[in-house]
């Protein structure tokens, strides 16, 4: 079992910058994968972005080049680094172990929401 809490959500103007954090506890951190997936009102949810547990980063088109994906295994902690972001990047901001063979994920946090305003 493995505890997941975002925090770092919040009102940012369009071209401003935001730095998620997602603190885990319970199994050990270091082994798994781990990732951001978002979901904005009427959409379904989709994949943001996902490090493995060496570090390799993997980035949706959309956020490429705007969004950073980072860890820290002592702290048990992943960061995702926002910068330019765009009214379209408003969502609820979930983190998840993630299976990196496939991005699918597997243990959720509660979500933080992100709101971009124009």
């Known amino acids: 079992q493995v505890q997941l809490v975002e925090s770092g959500g919040g009102l940012v103007q369009a071209g401003g910058s935001l730095r998620l954090s997602c603190a885990a506890s319970?199994?050990?951190?270091?082994?798994?994968?781990m990732g951001w997936f978002r979901q904005a009102p009427g959409k379904e949810r989709e994949f943001v972005s996902a490090i493995t547990w060496i570090g390799n980063t993997y980035y949706a088109d959309v956020v490429r080049g705007r969004f950073t994906l980072s860890r820290d295994n002592a702290k048990t902690t992943v960061y995702l680094q926002m910068n330019s972001l765009k009214p379209e990047d408003t969502a609820i901001y979930y983190c998840a172990t993630v299976d990196i063979a496939t991005m699918a994920p597997g243990y959720w946090g509660q979500g933080t929401q992100v709101t971009v305003s124009s």
């Open positions: 319970g199994r050990t951190f270091s082994r798994y994968a």
